[in-house]
């Protein structure tokens, strides 16, 4: 039995609306123990949950995050399609997530998206909010925001998100975070090879339950995945 760590990506979003707050609660039902989510920032630096630094696969708008305030997002639903109008979803403010979290003792894994890139204000207040989970990481594609966070708190744990083409493969090592997350395509050699010799923490995302490899892979302390329960019963068998 592993003690690897299930996050449910963008909450269980195999089933719902990504990224959304009924997403989150269904990650919950569903066994994870913790989600992933996505961070970007309105034009008057609010922090919301949502994956596109633009508004319209996920809403039909086509309008940049950061062009809009955080009131005006307010009256924005997001869904599928023409459904949005009778059931779409809010977008949330991260605050509000973070509380959710802390409320079912979720672990909880931030990814850094572009609009944040950079922003140390805005690193700050996730910093500050985030203050009262017990298990909580920072996630980033860009190394130098992931830099950032761990000059303005040495203890907060940081993952740099690996490409093929994104990182130097020869020297993992040197990479100045604590974890790296990783699309399960890499686990073959070269690739898996140096990320086992990196030292770090590993996290694999792209899974969803039906890999022969979940139920005897040590050495990944955390999945990502759009399906929490279907993860579950292959390495830890249902609850």
């Keep these: 039995m592993s003690d690897s760590k299930i996050f449910a990506h963008r909450g269980a ?3 719902y609306f990504e990224n959304t707050m009924r997403a989150f609660l269904g990650a919950v039902q569903k066994g994870a123990d913790g989600i992933e989510l996505d961070v ?20 039909g708008i086509d309008q940049r995050i950061d062009q809009l305030t955080a009131q005006e997002l307010q009256h924005i639903k997001i869904g599928k399609g023409s459904y949005r109008r009778m059931f779409g979803h809010p977008i949330p403010i991260l605050f509000d997530v973070v509380s959710f979290c802390s409320e079912h003792n979720l672990a909880l894994n931030i990814e850094i998206k572009e ?13 500050h909010y985030v203050e009262p989970l017990s298990t909580v990481h920072l996630s980033s594609f860009d190394y130098e925001t992931m830099r950032i966070v761990k000059e303005l708190d040495s203890n907060m744990e940081t993952a740099l998100l690996l490409r093929k083409k994104s990182v130097d493969w020869q020297n993992l090592d040197l990479y100045g975070v604590d974890a790296f997350h990783f699309h399960k395509r890499l686990w073959k050699d070269p690739f898996k090879s140096q990320l086992l010799e990196s030292g770090k923490i590993l996290r694999m995302y792209g899974v969803t339950g039906a890999e022969s490899f979940l139920s ?16 579950r019963k292959k390495i830890k068998g249902s609850r």
């Design 115 to 127: 609009t944040v890139y950079g922003q140390v204000v805005a690193l700050e207040q996730i910093l």
């Design 216 to 231: 005897n892979t040590p050495e990944v302390t955390g999945w990502i995945t759009d399906y929490p329960k279907r993860v």
């Design 40 to 59: 970007q920032q309105t034009s008057d630096g609010q922090l919301v949950v949502i994956h596109d630094n633009e508004l319209l696969r996920l809403a």
């Design 13 to 15: 979003s195999g089933h």
